[in-house]
Nanobody, 127 residues
Framework: QLQLVESGGGLVQPGGSLRLSCAAS???????????IGWFRQAPGKEREAVSC????????YYGDFVRGRFTISRDNAKNTVYLQMNSLKPEDTAVYYC?????????????????WGQGTQVTVSS
């Protein structure tokens, strides 16, 4: 089972930025190359939604319409870490953000396609 740990959340003012990290581990010699990684978020009273994804096949990316142009996903396989750079944050971006891993080669946006999940990190955008 893949272990995923998110970090980088916090309180930020509208218009500010945060960079979330998703560090993966499994066993000695493990690399993240073979996994497609997704970021999801869930706000109180709302369903979990796909924010972004980066594929294992060719590092192609997906962004939800509500974040396109503001968020950037990237991966550093040498560090077994995926990042989500979030700029121009809005109050409606407030949520718990989760990273998840799937063995699909290309991006998938349905949460049930992902096998392993992190514990989540809180992002609060407020003045």
């Amino acid at each position: 089972q893949l272990q995923l740990v998110e970090s980088g959340g916090g309180l930020v003012q509208p218009g500010g930025s945060l960079r979330l990290s998703c560090a993966a581990s499994r066993f000695s010699g493990f690399t993240l190359d073979y996994y497609t990684i997704g970021w999801f978020r869930q706000a109180p009273g709302k369903e979990r939604e796909a924010v972004s994804c980066i594929s294992s096949a060719d590092n192609s990316t997906y962004y939800g319409d509500f974040v396109r142009g503001r968020f950037t996903i990237s991966r550093d396989n040498a560090k077994n870490t995926v990042y989500l750079q979030m700029n121009s944050l809005k109050p409606e971006d407030t949520a718990v953000y989760y990273c998840a891993a799937a063995t699909w080669a290309m991006c998938v946006v349905d949460s049930y396609e992902y096998d392993d999940w992190g514990q989540g990190t809180q992002v609060t955008v407020s003045s």
